[in-house]
């Protein structure tokens, strides 16, 4: 049986030892939310823009990838237009399912044109560009959104602009 000295120091390591072991007072956020993503996201909507990027081969022109949330239980919507930073963009609208998302990192069909086309002098790798996304339901967003080069494995798989894009605004 342990005497009740070495029982004490026992106790008072364990208590002394328990934050470090835990890390609780060393103000680790642990409730907060957590983007382990390039993007960037702007909850401020009820269509949510989340993981928002443009993904260029070249300067001048990109892909807009993000995942559009709508966060509206019984109305569907659409992304009607992105404008602003001197960036054209051309898409034919993308539609957001209520409740539900839409992946702008895919083409809606296979076969079918990258869904949202940038193109514009803004368009380098390694900037930044301030767009406006317009929804159909009237919601307006203002995000700063990153530009990275598709030569990382990352983006190997983010379709491209083709010269045969669809050229809506």
């Known amino acids: 049986?342990?005497?009740?000295?070495?029982?004490?120091?026992?106790?008072?390591?364990?208590?002394?030892?328990?934050?470090?072991?835990?890390?609780?007072?060393?103000?680790?956020?642990?409730?907060?939310?957590?983007?382990?993503?390039?993007?960037?996201?702007?909850?401020?909507?009820?269509?949510?823009?989340?993981?928002?990027?443009?993904?260029?081969?070249?300067?001048?022109?990109?892909?807009?990838?993000?995942?559009?949330?709508?966060?509206?239980?019984?109305?569907?919507?659409?992304?009607?237009?992105?404008?602003?930073?001197?960036?054209?963009?051309?898409?034919?609208?993308?539609?957001?399912?209520?409740d539900g998302v839409a992946n702008l990192a895919e083409p809606a069909k296979t076969g079918d044109p990258v869904q949202v086309q940038v193109d514009g002098d803004a368009i380098q790798a390694g900037k930044w560009v301030r767009l406006t996304f317009t929804f159909a339901s009237g919601q307006s967003t203002e995000a700063l959104i990153p530009i990275y080069s598709s030569d990382s494995p990352d983006y190997a798989n983010v379709p491209l602009p083709t010269a045969s894009a669809s050229a809506t605004e």
């Not at 300067?59 to 949330?69: N, P, R, Y």
């Not at 051309?90 to 399912?97: A, L, N, Q, R």
Request: hydrophobic share 45%.
């Open 1 to 98: 049986m342990k005497s009740p000295i070495k029982r004490r120091v026992a106790i008072v390591a364990a208590l002394l030892l328990a934050p470090a072991l835990t890390a609780c007072g060393f103000s680790a956020q642990t409730d907060k939310i957590y983007q382990a993503a390039n993007g960037i996201n702007d909850r401020t909507g009820t269509v949510e823009i989340l993981n928002a990027q443009i993904i260029s081969a070249a300067d001048g022109s990109g892909t807009f990838i993000a995942t559009l949330d709508n966060n509206d239980a019984t109305n569907d919507d659409k992304l009607i237009s992105v404008t602003g930073g001197g960036v054209t963009a051309k898409s034919d609208g993308v539609d957001i399912p209520a």
